[in-house]
């Protein structure tokens, strides 16, 4: 009797630890699988890695350039074709937000967004363009403020 005690017991913890939930995978870990899926050219894998907002921008850019989704997805890459390996560093989480700091082809460092739906990090490639687009105000707004001032830019 003591052999069934000791399996049902055993059967018992076996079932409480597969049905333990796994942690969510990192911003790190959906980084390192978009990278593996671009090399393997998995378009599927590649968008459902990309946050909601990235797929409706893709979605517009597609029909305004009159291609499939699939082929933003493949040529808008945050990787070039010939990079064959990807240095990172600055892993920040903040909420349901994370960056990731990677090393382009020109050897500077972009900031990579992150931003979490449904428990699952997904890259936000709707703050990239943001993040440019900010950029390219406060450019804009320093020139101005040079030519206000008489100056040379």
């Known amino acids: 009797m003591s052999f069934y005690k000791f399996f049902s017991v055993l059967l018992l913890a076996c079932l409480l630890f597969a049905c333990a939930k796994m942690p969510p995978p990192s911003p790190l870990e959906t980084l390192k699988a978009y990278a593996a899926a671009i090399k393997k050219k998995d378009t599927t894998t590649m968008k459902l890695l990309l946050s909601d907002a990235s797929i409706k921008m893709a979605e517009q850019e597609a029909k305004a350039q009159n291609v ?41 460092w972009d900031i990579v967004p992150f931003v979490k739906e449904d428990g699952v990090w997904k890259i936000d490639k709707q703050g990239v363009a943001n993040q440019m687009m900010q950029q390219m105000e406060q450019q804009n707004q320093r020139l101005d403020d040079i030519i206000n001032q008489g100056g040379q830019p």
């Open 68 to 108: 499939t989704l699939d082929d933003i997805v493949k040529r808008e890459t945050l990787f070039s074709e010939g990079q064959t390996t990807v240095e990172i560093r600055n892993q920040k989480i903040e909420g349901d937000k994370a960056t990731i700091e990677v090393k382009n082809s020109f050897n500077t």
